[in-house]
């Protein structure tokens, strides 16, 4: 807690000379003010007991609720061992049920990983909801998380070597690599030839770069963005304008340091029983980052779930991807620059991503895109640009959502989360099946 105050000051101090959005020392000094009442409040109120369920792995979780639970390893092509946790049904499903389910890969956003999807309450979380709804749920996970910590070649791409080979990838080798791996071994894996791909935040703008680069679409019956990303120009995150503007990623390279918030998942364990708490203080500091919005939409007896299983953790390069294109305003690959990108792509600037064969790719895909109107990382403007990508499927295989007071983890974590998200996502799915 006393870091997350020293950090607050450090982020107004360093921003008193740097050009930022308009609203940024309100959004700050709001955010922070409310971090430190959130204090007080942790301090002076009485402890709850802590949830069960932020005891249990993984595994545990699943199962405790009467679900099948199984963790499948993917090698990518460039050797990256990636881990998808699958519910292919209940327990007392009969093994003869369970054959022939339709896939649904559901992927995380940036520095998360695949326990997000059931923060909340599990019985009102879209992984339970798709299995009741007769799917095979795979939730799959990115390079760089702590679910997806091994390589093929553990001797040049270690973990834990900040000067190792493994950190050198941003979302560019997720939709190059991580995204085809995934989709073809589940779809091997089912004996399918489609699934149906429900993406959070970064897990969209790996779907967008995905089919701008190649072809997946071929190989997706139904395609869901919740909170969907590509253009951030006019994101409003007071802690990511401050990582954008102050130079910090110039300290973080001179120090060799490659990759964020990573840990061993044991550190999890314990952050959970201080999570407990400090659980209003937690989530007011983590809306710095993801949003300061005027109210708090999600449980704050499930904070401690949150401190088990998150964050998920990245590499540098990947952050500095993400504050590349805030910058520009432009949808565009890792520019590493002239020099490298020579190397890299044959030309000194990185080149755009390629919008026409987006299009074309995705012009027969049905797609659900919902976003929240105080969805920091999906800025108006910004959704706009995207909507204007495909306004010729607006009405026929493209529908849209706007939900009023939504952030950017609303629509996973929020209490509403089940009447806004889930239901209208399902919905959504079944009359597709229905009318195909």
């Given at each position: 807690v006393g870091i997350s105050s020293i950090l607050i000051l450090l982020l107004i101090t360093s921003a008193a000379t740097a050009k930022v959005y308009d609203g940024f020392y309100k959004d700050l000094s709001l955010g922070g003010w409310r971090v430190l009442t959130?204090?007080?409040?942790?301090?002076?109120?009485?402890?709850?007991?802590?949830?069960?369920?932020?005891?249990?792995?993984?595994?545990?979780?699943?199962?405790?609720?009467?679900?099948?639970?199984?963790?499948?390893?993917?090698?990518?092509e460039d050797g990256y061992i990636l881990s998808a946790h699958r519910l292919p049904g209940k327990q007392s499903d009969k093994i003869k049920d369970l054959i022939g389910r339709p896939p649904v890969m559901l992927q995380h956003g940036l520095l998360d990983n695949s326990a997000t999807f059931t923060i909340g309450a599990f019985n009102r979380s879209l992984p339970y909801l798709l299995s009741e709804a007769g799917y095979d749920v795979w939730m799959t996970n990115t390079r760089g998380n702590f679910n997806s910590y091994e390589h093929s070649n553990p001797k040049d791409y270690s973990v834990f070597d900040q000067h190792s080979k493994y950190w050198n990838f941003t979302f560019d080798q997720m939709a190059i690599y991580d995204l085809p791996a995934n989709i073809d071994y589940i779809l091997d894996y089912t004996n399918h030839e489609k699934?149906?791909?429900?993406?959070?935040?970064?897990?969209?703008?790996?779907?967008?770069?995905?089919?701008?680069?190649?072809?997946?679409?071929?190989?997706?019956?139904?395609?869901?963005?919740?909170?969907?990303?590509?253009?951030?120009?006019?994101?409003?995150?007071?802690?990511?304008?401050?990582?954008?503007?102050?130079g910090i990623n110039n300290l973080f390279k001179y120090m060799d340091w490659n990759n964020l918030l990573i840990w061993p998942k044991i550190v999890n364990v314990e952050l959970k029983s201080i999570v407990k708490y400090f659980r209003k203080t937690v989530w007011r500091f983590v809306q710095l980052i993801v949003g300061v919005e005027p109210e708090i939409m999600i449980d704050l007896d499930r904070m401690p779930v949150m401190g088990r299983h998150e964050p998920g953790g990245t590499s540098l390069n990947n952050m500095l991807h993400w504050l590349q294109m805030s910058n520009s305003g432009l949808f565009q690959?890792?520019?590493?620059?002239?020099?490298?990108?020579?190397?890299?792509?044959?030309?000194?600037?990185?080149?755009?991503?390629?919008?026409?064969?987006?299009?074309?790719?995705?012009?027969?895909?049905?797609?659900?895109?919902?976003?929240?109107?105080?969805?920091?990382?999906?800025?108006?403007?910004?959704?706009?640009?995207?909507?204007?990508?495909?306004?010729?499927?607006?009405?026929?295989?493209l529908q849209y959502k706007v939900i009023p007071k939504y952030g950017h983890l609303d629509y996973i974590w929020a209490h509403s989360s089940y009447e806004e998200v889930a239901l209208p996502v399902l919905d959504f799915l079944k009359n597709r099946r229905t009318s195909t």
């Open positions: 959130a204090l007080f409040d942790d301090l002076w109120n009485k402890t709850p007991e802590m949830v069960d369920d932020a005891y249990k792995s993984d595994s545990e979780y699943y199962q405790s609720y009467g679900f099948r639970f199984e963790e499948h390893k993917i090698i990518t699934l149906t791909y429900i993406g959070h935040s970064q897990g969209t703008i790996q779907f967008w770069a995905a089919n701008s680069m190649g072809n997946i679409a071929n190989k997706i019956e139904a395609f869901v963005g919740l909170g969907p990303v590509m253009y951030i120009k006019n994101m409003r995150s007071p802690i990511m304008a401050i990582l954008k503007l102050s690959r890792m520019d590493y620059g002239e020099e490298e990108n020579i190397k890299v792509y044959g030309q000194a600037i990185a080149p755009l991503f390629d919008q026409e064969n987006l299009k074309k790719n995705l012009k027969d895909l049905d797609m659900f895109l919902i976003r929240g109107d105080i969805d920091v990382f999906v800025e108006e403007n910004d959704f706009q640009k995207l909507i204007d990508i495909f306004a010729d499927k607006i009405g026929t295989t």
